[in-house]
């Protein structure tokens, strides 16, 4: 039987969002969002382009804040509502297109994985780095397949390497939650397929993944909830089967959508 903490500790949300408002240049980017992220569970956010999508992953990693102008507004992470930024970072781990080109300088694929210790971009003086984080470092690039990037400077770096050594830098500090905003954005048909594979076997382990995307092919068999989002409002969340519905996609991204299936994943036709 588990403790009593450790069955507490899974009734609490890693997420937790009620009628969540963010304004930029007073207009509402996000409009009383409600969603909720167990541990374990793993979400697919899908819109078209403003939809709010990169807007809500900014919420959960603070760097944009909710509106406190509403009482009946709940915003927690892991049940507090008040985290250090760099404490609230190192329960998360961020894959994106707009991290691989804050990269812009030589750094050695070795270095970029370790530099999830310190969610920083790159070792600086100040850095104390540990025996057992370089051990870390080499077990997860081992894990990944990405040791032969190791010495690799990133700026050399296929988009399908530098994605998958973010993934490494993502996951060496061991976050609850692994978000992907947008990660196979620029990626060929074959780095495609290996980016799914490579998220395939770190949600396999028990990590808890968030993505957002775009493109239905992106979502993995192992996803099996979807949150629709449409003028930063959800318009539909729950089951992919029931979600990812002809009526839905279409009245989504305002064309016809069909959708097609194969060997677990989907695939938007218009």
């Known amino acids: 039987m588990p403790s009593t903490k450790i069955a507490a500790d899974l009734k609490i949300p890693l997420i937790e969002m009620r009628n969540v408002t963010v304004s930029r240049n007073d207009r509402k980017i996000l409009d009383s969002i409600s969603l909720k992220i167990c541990k374990g569970e793993n979400i697919a956010i899908i819109g078209p382009n403003g939809s709010g999508k990169s807007s809500l992953v900014k919420v959960i990693t603070g760097d944009y804040r909710p509106r406190a102008d509403n009482r009946n507004m709940v915003f927690r992470?892991?049940?507090?509502?008040?985290?250090?930024?760099?404490?609230?970072?190192?329960?998360?781990?961020?894959?994106?297109?707009?991290?691989?080109?804050?990269?812009?300088?030589?750094?050695?694929?070795f270095e970029v994985v370790l530099s999830g210790f310190f969610s920083s971009i790159g070792i600086y003086s100040n850095h104390k780095v540990k025996p057992e984080m370089i051990h870390t470092v080499y077990e997860v690039m081992k894990f990944l397949e990405i040791?032969?990037?190791?010495?690799?400077?990133?700026?050399?770096?296929?988009?399908?390497?530098?994605?998958?050594?973010?993934?490494?830098?993502?996951?060496?500090?061991?976050?609850?939650?692994?978000?992907?905003?947008?990660?196979?954005?620029?990626?060929?048909?074959?780095?495609?397929?290996?980016?799914?594979?490579?998220?395939?076997?770190?949600?396999?382990?028990?990590?808890?993944?968030?993505?957002?995307?775009?493109?239905?092919?992106?979502?993995?068999?192992?996803?099996?909830?979807?949150?629709?989002?449409?003028?930063?409002?959800?318009?539909?969340?729950?089951?992919?089967?029931?979600?990812?519905?002809?009526?839905?996609?279409?009245?989504?991204?305002?064309?016809?959508?069909k959708v097609a299936r194969n060997n677990g994943y989907y695939h938007a036709i218009y």
């Open 147 to 257: 040791s032969h990037l190791s010495d690799k400077l990133i700026s050399e770096m296929s988009t399908g390497e530098a994605r998958r050594i973010l993934i490494g830098r993502a996951l060496v500090h061991d976050p609850h939650i692994l978000v992907l905003d947008e990660p196979a954005n620029s990626l060929d048909m074959k780095s495609h397929h290996q980016f799914r594979e490579l998220t395939r076997r770190v949600a396999s382990y028990g990590k808890s993944i968030v993505l957002v995307t775009h493109d239905l092919g992106d979502i993995i068999p192992e996803i099996k909830r979807v949150v629709l989002l449409k003028d930063g409002k959800v318009f539909a969340d729950g089951g992919k089967d029931e979600i990812l519905s002809e009526e839905n996609l279409s009245l989504l991204f305002g064309l016809p959508v």
């Open 77 to 109: 992470i892991r049940g507090k509502e008040t985290w250090n930024l760099f404490d609230l970072r190192s329960l998360l781990g961020i894959v994106s297109g707009d991290l691989q080109l804050d990269y812009n300088r030589d750094i050695s694929g």
